[in-house]
């Protein structure tokens, strides 16, 4: 069972008297404090902070707290069973693997634009994609590209998107990850402007339950972008509506260079579905049991018709926040604590010893993605460049392009009495 903390905060009515929605006053000695649950899945509470310290002319961040505490093992899921638990690891070995292959092959000059890395946060990505069904929508991140692994892109398409081939989802029109697939996979495109996303699957969610279908829809945002005014737009929408959304907070730790700490003044980002009356989880980002479970519960708890939740999950981005930067700003013994929590090791280590998987298996696995990896890489780079002649195509909107149809049934419509519109009363004037 999840550890629950509690938080408190003042009734906003305050003082005494009438609380403002006509509930009379509470009788004298009542508490004027109404309490909150917060559930917290994690087996350890990491207690570090981070100072911006100016030495010598120059800013530097510094962190202090106690950084040598022994890794815990994972949480024992309630849900996943042998085979569920191995195909998890092996998306996120595809996935950490694949974006190794997307650094050299832009190392090597072969990549149009930048790499968007996912490391140290596969296991968010991979194990709430996972639970997902057909007919649930998601709106990934530029890092939750084992997301689109697990949604059912290869990473072939992933590669070629990134090296801009005719192949790709895009057609060559886009060399980073912004593609998606709203026929088939059910996955709207990442949206740059950060936020964005949340009030779109908000609308997919609605869209679905005028068709007469609670369906589950998931989007990420991270530390930094969760400050977004969208954000709270979008949210707020799905709670009011008890929409089926099912937000990750991926607190990474940065917002580019951007602590945590210098971003925003409460504990947990969970807390802040306190603000709009829905659920909020937090989950430790490289635990992935932890993570499907929470994941898993939020979207049932959306098929159900019951609104949405937020999930925030822990955890270090282990690179900068794109190829291009180095990550130097970030303090060395921050990186050395969070890798030895690396999501992946973890994760094996969990399946060897639950004997779920032998060493002999293990390395068969791990050979088998590396072998269809290589086979993806050499499809990517053997396929080619769109024809100069093809450029001009897709920029206007074509017969059909736009065409929507339902997706679950047509729209529920209420029916009325007469077509005839009720005539209201004259409007009164005052003199």
Same mark, same amino acid.
């Given at each position: 069972m999840a550890k629950k903390k509690t938080r408190k905060r003042a009734n906003s009515a305050g003082g005494t008297g009438s609380n403002g929605c006509g509930s009379p006053s509470p009788p004298p000695g009542a508490s004027h404090q109404r309490t909150y649950t917060i559930v917290d899945y994690r087996l350890e509470k990491p207690s570090f902070q981070l100072t911006q310290v100016r030495a010598d002319g120059q800013v530097r961040y510094e962190v202090t707290g106690d950084l040598n505490t022994p890794v815990p093992p994972l949480r024992e899921s309630s849900y996943l069973d042998k085979k569920q638990s191995i195909e998890i690891y092996r998306w996120m070995l595809l996935n950490r693997r694949m974006e190794a292959a997307l650094e050299n092959l832009y190392k *090597?000059?072969?990549v149009v634009g930048g790499v968007y890395f996912g490391l140290g946060q596969e296991a968010c990505s991979c194990a709430s994609a996972y639970t997902l069904r057909p007919e649930d929508w998601m709106g990934p991140m530029i +890092?939750? *590209?084992g997301s689109l692994l697990v949604r059912g892109f290869s990473a072939r398409d992933i590669m070629m998107q990134y090296l801009a081939k005719a192949g790709s989802p895009t057609q060559g +029109?886009?060399?980073s990850s912004h593609f998606g697939d709203i026929q088939k996979r059910? #996955? #709207?495109?990442p949206i740059s402007t950060l936020g964005d996303l949340i009030p779109v699957l908000a609308g997919v969610a609605l869209g679905a339950r005028l068709q007469g279908c609670n369906i589950a829809v998931m989007t990420y945002i991270g530390d930094g972008g969760q400050s977004t005014g969208v954000t %709270?737009?979008? =949210?707020? =929408?799905?709670?009011v509506q008890k929409l089926g959304l099912v937000l990750l907070v991926e607190n990474n730790l940065w917002g580019y260079s951007t602590p945590c700490d210098m971003q925003f003044c409460v504990k947990d980002l969970a807390e802040r579905a306190i603000a709009y009356g829905i659920p909020g989880v937090i989950v430790d980002g490289t635990d992935a049991c932890q993570v499907y479970d929470a994941a898993h519960e939020a979207c049932e708890r959306a098929r159900r018709g019951e609104g949405p939740t937020l999930i925030e999950a822990k955890m270090m981005r282990m690179k900068g926040h794109?190829?291009?930067?180095?990550a130097e700003y970030v303090p060395k013994p921050l990186f050395e604590h969070w890798r030895k929590r690396d999501p992946i090791a973890r994760l094996?280590? %969990?399946l060897l010893n639950k004997k779920w998987l032998s060493a002999g298996e293990n390395e068969k696995l791990i050979a088998d993605v590396e072998k269809q990896l290589e086979t993806d890489r050499e499809f990517a780079l053997a396929s080619p460049m769109p024809a100069p002649e093809s450029a001009a195509s897709g920029v206007y909107c074509e017969p059909g392009c736009h065409e929507i149809k339902p997706k679950y049934a047509l729209p529920k419509v209420a029916a009325t009495e007469s077509a005839t519109p009720k005539q209201t009363e004259a409007p009164a004037h005052l003199k």
């Open positions: *090597q000059g072969k +890092r939750n *590209q +029109r886009d060399a059910n #996955v #709207v495109a %709270y737009e979008g =949210l707020n =929408l799905a709670a794109a190829i291009h930067d180095a094996e280590k %969990y």
